[in-house]
């Protein structure tokens, strides 16, 4: 399981604890609030790691194209 899948993993289940504590009751401003929070928090670590791997992706792709380069050069002289 991935940090992404946790991550939402535990937004989803603190938002089905906190809407199943208020369901019967008028919605709890403080409760949407922390609703919110977590899963913006949740959102921006996802985001985070989304350009992480983005950037290791495209620095290997180049990294290995570079290497191509120079391997060739190598052999022919």
């Known amino acids: 399981m991935t940090k992404l899948q946790m991550f939402l993993g535990s937004a989803i289940a603190t938002g089905s604890a906190m809407i199943s504590g208020v369901a019967n009751a008028a919605l709890d401003g403080a409760?949407?609030?922390a609703l919110e929070t977590e899963v913006l928090a949740d959102v921006a670590t996802a985001s985070g790691s989304g350009f992480t791997v983005f950037t290791v992706v495209i620095a290997t792709t180049v990294g290995f194209?570079?290497?191509?380069?120079?391997?060739?050069?190598?052999?022919?002289?």
């Open 65 to 77: 194209a570079l290497l191509s380069k120079f391997i060739n050069k190598g052999a022919n002289g």
């Open 31 to 33: 409760a949407v609030t």
